[in-house]
């Protein structure tokens, strides 16, 4: 489908998607907040004009916003000070102090900031072990099916019929794991070991990179082993239990995944082009869900642990940046200066608008939205 025929489809897929994510991780603040004692006034869907909303009877008014673009918890007493209505400052009551942000034991303020990041990697625990047991989850043979001539299998002494045990150390238990360790890894050497006539064989390959282009038109650089499976797989439905372990280990892969591939961009390794923004994610969404309701749940819990992780960056503007200054806060036995604090906002402002400029300039590129234009005027 067109993006531009499909657009209903892509916006109401991404504003959906965005929507309750963003949701689950306010609701995060909020909860930790409110049970600290803490009074929230704003309980925000997006940015801007409120559009609706309602007041409960704490005094926390929920609304959407005219910007559906993330969203905010808007807490009281963030300072020592009370500003009013007419710009003036006066200081807090004690009962103010009591339901204030500021007034919190740093442990309360961490745990309030922490919520947030948490309830996207709670979500998407939720949602694969949901997945895992209504739909099951894929396991493939290990065993070796075809290896491709002068490829870097070949080339290590990989044959067919191998089964492959581990990787680097890290045991396999399905194929699908080989497949995200190598195409993730690029062209890292990898130790293997292979179960050959009964016995442990160690190998050592070196994958090729090579660049694919995905069901969605997303060009990629991965690496390439050059081995097939046997075909001989199965989808195993698991019980409220092993799903949620089966969840967990694979929150953990794709958290380890999307460090490595961040390290990767800043190493040189892999192109930072491959960064994509707002506009890229909007895309995936309406691709994703042509697909059907399964993969759109499984792509919004994978958005929620990158949501979730990018926000424990430690990047001031971001939950990461404020844990930081709260460890600072920690060491010193007293928080930073305003002033310190003010430099680090304005320093993590600038990148992360940087980052979004970049990312979206990424998107339009790869959308080719950028040589629809050099076109008209060349």
Do not use: C
Not at 83 to 112: C, D, W
């Amino acid at each position: 489908m067109d993006i531009l025929t499909g657009l209903p489809l892509y916006l109401v897929s991404f504003l959906l998607v965005l929507t309750v994510l963003v949701f689950v991780h306010e609701l995060g603040h909020f909860l930790v907040a409110r049970w600290n004692g803490v009074r929230v006034d704003v309980f925000s869907i997006g940015f801007g004009p409120e559009l609706f909303g309602l007041t409960d009877r704490s005094g926390t008014r929920w609304k959407f916003s005219a910007l559906p673009f993330g969203g905010y918890v808007k807490m009281f007493g963030h300072t020592e000070t009370v500003i009013e209505a007419n710009g003036s400052e006066r200081p807090m009551t004690e009962p103010e102090k009591a339901v204030s942000f500021h007034h919190k034991r740093l442990g309360q303020r961490s745990a309030i900031v922490f919520a947030g990041p948490l309830a996207n990697f709670l979500f998407a625990l939720v949602l694969l072990a949901g997945l895992f047991m209504i739909y099951g989850q894929q396991f493939s043979s290990t065993q070796v099916g075809t290896v491709v001539e002068n490829s870097a299998a070949d080339e290590a002494g990989i044959q067919p019929g191998d089964r492959i045990l581990s990787l680097n150390g890290q045991e396999i238990s399905r194929f699908e794991e080989i497949a995200a360790i190598v195409q993730l890894g690029l062209s890292e050497p990898l130790k293997i070991v292979v179960e050959r006539n009964g016995e442990r064989v160690n190998l050592t390959a070196t994958p090729r990179i090579i660049e694919e282009t995905d069901n969605f038109g997303n060009t990629h650089r991965i690496g390439r082993l050059g081995i097939g499976s046997t075909g001989v797989g199965e989808v195993v439905r698991h019980n409220p239990l092993s799903a949620l372990s089966a969840a967990s280990e694979e929150i953990y892969r794709l958290t380890a995944g999307t460090l490595k591939a961040v390290w990767q961009m800043i190493a040189g390794t892999r192109p930072a082009e491959e960064l994509g923004g707002v506009i890229r994610i909007a895309k995936m969404s309406g691709d994703v869900a042509q697909t059907g309701i399964v993969s759109l749940i499984g792509f919004a819990a994978l958005l929620s642990i990158n949501l979730g992780l990018i926000n424990l960056f430690p990047v001031p503007m971001l939950d990461g940046g404020h844990l930081a200054f709260y460890a600072a806060e920690a060491i010193r036995g007293k928080p930073l200066g305003p002033r310190a604090q003010e430099w680090g906002f304005r320093v993590g402002l600038a990148l992360v608008l940087t980052l979004m400029v970049f990312a979206t300039w990424n998107d339009l590129v790869s959308l080719q939205v950028v040589d629809f234009f050099k076109g008209l005027i060349t």
